[in-house]
Nanobody, 124 residues
Framework: QVQLVESGGGLVQAGGSLRLSCAAS????????MGWFRQAPGKDRDFVAA????????YYADSLKGRFTISRDNAKNTVYLQMNSLKPEETAVYYC?????????????????WGQGTQVTVSS
């Protein structure tokens, strides 16, 4: 089993920044792929970013490149999502997830464990 706890969400004005954190426990963190997803009310859970187990490879949704940065600290069992220039339409619950594979995927169904999510609200 893996436990994931997200933090860092909140209310921010459009154009502002937030840094999300996700602390993991329960298995070898450095052996798994990590991802961030988001879900707005009434919408599907969408891919945001993913990072390989060693942190050398990162992947982003096309609309987010240059504004969001995913990183990880394997010594702290934590993955981060730095979000800059936030837009009101990016208001959503943000989830981190674990994929028990070294092969990175960008589809929610390919991830095995999920956190409870953290709310990000961007005001206009």
């Amino acid at each position: 089993q893996v436990q994931l706890v997200e933090s860092g969400g909140g209310l921010v004005q459009a154009g502002g920044s937030l840094r999300l954190s996700c602390a993991a426990s329960g298995r070898a963190f450095s052996s798994v792929t990590m991802g961030w997803f988001r879900q707005a009310p009434g919408k599907d859970r969408d891919f945001v970013a993913a990072i390989s187990r060693d942190g050398d490879s990162t992947y982003y949704a096309d609309s987010l490149k240059g504004r969001f940065t995913i990183s990880r600290d394997n010594a702290k069992n934590t993955v981060y999502l730095q979000m800059n220039s936030l837009k009101p339409e990016e208001t959503a619950v943000y989830y981190c997830a674990v994929r028990n594979s070294i092969v990175v995927r960008t589809t929610a169904a390919d991830y095995d464990y999920w956190g409870q999510g953290t709310q990000v609200t961007v005001s206009s």
